[in-house]
């Protein structure tokens, strides 16, 4: 939900569209730098948290951070700015960052596994104590983007030093795209079966519940309303009905038209009661 006219604002909308948990971004997506949250913004964000419990909630981190990047420039810019956005989220008591593990821009995929992982933990070292943690993201593999592969993420989470503060987001479209078929109720369990060997189902602390505009294996991010797209509502069930995640929260990340966001959230929840 958007945080415009201030970030409590977005519990309002998120109530009124019937939500049941919340993503938001903490300040701006374009921009790299971020003015500092006052005492009373932080004091009335959880104040408004308290009174929507038990709606959890979650950030997003900016588009604009590429930690896997080779230019080190670039890279020391985007730890730092997630830094920020974690700094954010510690003050807010939002628990997770929801981070896409970055795109290797031409130096090759296990270039930008190693980047990522030194990068993990340059950001958990200036973070030390922190409660709030990095959920990364499954990524769809579109360009160089790094992470589309269960394994990798696994080979990420095997060689940070603190395994321990890192979560996982897995998102429905990027995955499809990625090449994992989740239609079918074989294919769901294969998927899930190479997840929890990777990472552990455990470490899952939240779905990204997306349709696909493009089909399976195409690696292309392309979000569409659940059941409009390739994946279909039967693939959206396999996930609803397994008790694994019953007490996750499902975020849409569909297109913003004028109340489809009710209109999906419906979709979603009658699927729960089939």
Not at 43 to 49: K, P
Not at 74 to 86: T, V
Not at 194 to 202: K, P
């Amino acid at each position: 939900m958007s945080i415009s006219g201030g970030l409590e604002i977005a519990f309002d909308r998120a109530e009124s569209a019937g939500c049941e948990a919340l993503q938001i971004f903490t300040k701006s997506t374009g921009m790299w730098k971020a003015r500092p949250l006052t005492e009373e913004e932080v004091r009335s964000f959880r104040a408004r948290a308290a009174a929507a419990r038990p709606m959890p909630v979650l950030a997003h981190a900016a588009y604009l951070i590429n930690i896997a990047s080779p230019n080190k420039a670039l890279r020391e810019k985007s730890i730092q700015a997630l830094f920020i956005e974690l700094e954010r989220c510690e003050a807010l008591a939002i628990p997770g960052l929801v981070l896409h593990t970055g795109a290797h821009m031409g130096a090759g995929e296990e270039a930008g596994i190693k980047n990522l992982i030194a990068s993990l933990d340059a950001l958990h070292a200036r973070a030390r104590g922190f409660r709030s943690g990095i959920l990364l993201e499954t990524s769809a593999g579109q360009g160089s983007s790094v992470g589309w592969r269960f394994g990798d993420l696994g080979r990420v989470l095997e060689a940070v030093k603190e395994p321990e503060r890192l979560g996982f987001c897995v998102d429905t479209c990027h995955i499809f795209a990625a090449g994992y078929d989740i239609r079918t109720r074989w294919g769901y369990r294969a998927a899930m079966e190479e997840l929890d060997g990777a990472v552990g189902l455990e470490r899952v602390r939240c779905i990204h519940a997306n349709d696909s505009k493009k089909d399976l294996g195409s690696r292309v991010d392309r979000h569409e309303h659940i059941g409009k797209g390739y994946i279909g509502l039967e693939g959206f069930k396999h996930f609803i009905d397994d008790r694994r995640f019953k007490r996750l929260p499902y975020l849409l990340e569909t297109p913003k038209e004028d109340r489809m966001d009710e209109v999906n959230l419906a979709v979603l929840k009658k699927l729960g009661k089939n």
